[in-house]
């Protein structure tokens, strides 16, 4: 495949002197979906937060070519880097749809949020219903939608979801899986967190395996769902299909 | 009779100290600073007012100079330093100051009109809040609350000394800005006391108006209630606490602006007021902006009645009948509601 979206290259974090991410090198081509899989505390979501200028961090890191080593968050989401975080990070006295205008920030002086904000709506009714409503007053999985949506307002060209079935019942997880897979037919690139390995492996093309903050594994999703060991550590026994 | 005279000046006052606990709140809630100079905005307005009056140049025009090269120094030691970014911040830090210099020290000996005295002493004083943002809190964005505080503590002395340096230790009285009076319902009510509530009125709705009906607003408020969610949206936060102290300084430069004709004004007279405000912004729960509001006109009539009962006393009586209710505040309420 041609350049990569983004590359990250021997990239390490530390929280004071505990190393949490540790030398991961990986790479996100543009109109992939690429997902990271990994046990609890691995570093998936330290990588991600870091990738996004939360967090310091050491090592190389470009997005369409660019260096994006020192530059802000905000740099980072005008570029077009855009994440979903684990903790969903919603604004909590504000209303819903004032959290999703806020998605657009960066793009405040275009005029076609309106429809943007529409599409948006289009994808989650329930947000529509309840646009009103204060985001702290949300159910789980209405948050995680105004999560979705408000990043979609940012215009992503790589969106990193970090767990964005968490905490959802079976069907909304379906559907949410479909709403990416949507996303990525629209040209989005896609790196994705996920618990549910199988699902992820199954909308992916590539995958990283990541054990104590290191990339242990990596290749073709079709080839990791195979693969003993992921099998064994993340798909479980006899869960096969 | 006299109840509705005591009415009338407790809720002049209570709208003077509600304009300072408002910029206290909004500082607070966007960066967690809880600036205790914003009393001292309001001192340095009244006096650089009351300078002009006189003819003279008022040592806050050199601190505008000082402090805007300042902020370009360190800011330039500590950015990436692009086209734009010189070309804003020598416009924002070296331009702006020296304009006001000049225009200062060319208009005041022609004893301009009080229209003309009022802009420029409010547009000396706004630009102090976002260099002093700059110098001073914004290195210090991921510290704790209470580092925060002692930062505050130090920009306060500093400020209140140059304060006794630029203006000496005498007070000061401005001419009034209306010398109207009418009656009410058989109560004599000053143009100037009009002013002052109907000036802080309508601030007090220009700031809803920002925070309930533009992005920019919202997007302050964001800062406010989720800051890596502000972050995350691209939302920059430096930006976001510059406008803020931009807003207080320039409230505080309003009330300096509106006491001055009614009360001599020191260069400490600006900290006790503040710490009135500061006493209605924690009635409020350091959040709210309608509470402080009720806050502010409720210390201000618990003044207005203790002077009149006990001149000496005011004070005491102020301070002591809030001490119960800020015992409350601080059992019932969490300072700030933090979000998840
Ligand atoms: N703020 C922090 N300070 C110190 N240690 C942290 C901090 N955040 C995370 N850690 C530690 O870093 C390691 C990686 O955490 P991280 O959240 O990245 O894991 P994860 O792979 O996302 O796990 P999960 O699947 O449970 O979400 C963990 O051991 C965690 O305890
Ligand atoms: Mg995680």
Redesign the pocket.
């Known amino acids: 495949m041609s350049a990569p979206l983004l590359a990250v290259d021997r990239f390490s974090v530390a929280?004071?002197k505990?190393e949490?991410v540790r030398s991961v090198s990986l790479e996100v081509p543009a109109g992939s979906v690429v997902t990271v899989i990994?046990?609890?505390?691995?570093?998936?979501?330290?990588?991600l937060n870091a990738m996004m200028g939360l967090l310091d961090q050491a090592g190389a890191i470009s997005f369409e070519g660019h260096d994006l080593r020192g530059t802000r968050v905000e740099d980072r989401v005008a570029a077009g880097l855009v994440l979903v975080p684990?903790r969903r990070e919603l604004f909590g006295s504000l209303t819903v749809e004032d959290n999703l205008r806020l998605g657009s920030f960066r793009h405040r002086r275009h005029h076609q949020i309106g429809a943007e904000l529409d599409k948006v709506y289009a994808l989650f009714p329930r947000l529509r219903e309840r646009h009103r409503q204060l985001a702290g007053t949300l159910s789980g999985g209405e948050r995680q939608m105004l999560a979705l949506g408000r990043a979609l307002m940012s215009r992503p060209r790589l969106l990193m979801l970090d767990?964005p079935s968490l905490g959802l019942a079976p069907q909304i997880v379906r559907e949410s899986f479909r709403i990416i897979a949507d996303l990525h037919k629209s040209g989005v690139s896609i790196l994705l967190i996920e618990?549910n390995a199988r699902a992820a492996l199954a909308i992916a093309d590539h995958g990283y395996v990541?054990e104590h903050g290191e990339i242990t594994l990596q290749g073709s999703a079709a080839e990791l769902a195979q693969n003993p060991r992921v099998v064994e550590s993340y798909l479980g026994l006899g869960s096969a299909r | 009779m006299i109840f509705w005279t005591l009415v009338v000046d407790g809720v002049v006052n209570g709208a003077i100290y509600a304009l300072l606990a408002i910029g206290l709140v909004l500082v607070f809630v966007v960066t967690r600073v809880i600036l205790l100079p914003q009393g001292v905005y309001m001192s340095f307005a009244a006096l650089t007012l009351s300078q002009f009056q006189r003819g003279n140049v008022p040592g806050t025009a050199g601190l505008l100079l000082a402090l805007g090269l300042a902020a370009f120094v360190i800011d330039l030691l500590r950015s990436r330093v692009t086209r734009a970014w010189l070309m804003r911040r020598v416009a924002s830090d070296l331009a702006l100051p020296a304009i006001m210099y000049a225009l200062v020290t060319w208009l005041v000996p022609l004893r301009p009109n009080m229209a003309i005295q009022i802009v420029l002493t409010l547009a000396l004083i706004t630009p102090l809040g976002p260099y002093l943002y700059r110098l001073a809190f914004q290195p210090l964005e991921q510290a704790s609350v209470l580092t925060l505080l002692i930062a505050s503590v130090g920009v306060h002395i500093a400020l209140t000394v140059l304060g006794l340096v630029f203006f000496g230790p005498e007070g000061f009285l401005a001419n009034p800005l209306s010398s109207a009076h009418f009656e009410a319902a058989g109560i004599v009510i000053s143009g100037q006391s009009a002013i002052m509530v109907a000036v802080s009125l309508v601030i007090m709705v220009l700031l809803w108006l920002l925070f309930d009906r533009t992005l920019i607003g919202k997007a302050m408020r964001a800062v406010a209630v989720n800051r890596v969610g502000a972050r995350l949206v691209g939302i920059p936060i430096s930006q976001a606490g510059e406008i803020t102290f931009a807003l207080a300084s320039f409230i505080g430069a309003v009330s300096g602006v509106l006491i001055a004709p009614v009360s001599m004004v020191y260069y400490d007279t600006g900290f006790l007021i503040g710490l009135i405000g500061f006493v209605a912004a924690i009635i409020g729960g350091m959040g709210s902006y309608p509470l402080a509001v009720a806050g502010a006109i409720f210390v201000g009539l618990l003044q207005s009645f203790a002077a009149f009962w006990n001149s000496n006393y005011q004070q005491v009586v102020v301070f002591t009948t809030l001490i119960p209710i800020l015992l409350l505040r601080s059992l019932r309420a969490p300072a700030v509601e933090e979000d998840e």
């Open positions: 929280y004071g505990v949490a990994g046990a609890n505390g691995a570093g998936k979501t330290t990588l684990e767990e618990q990541m």
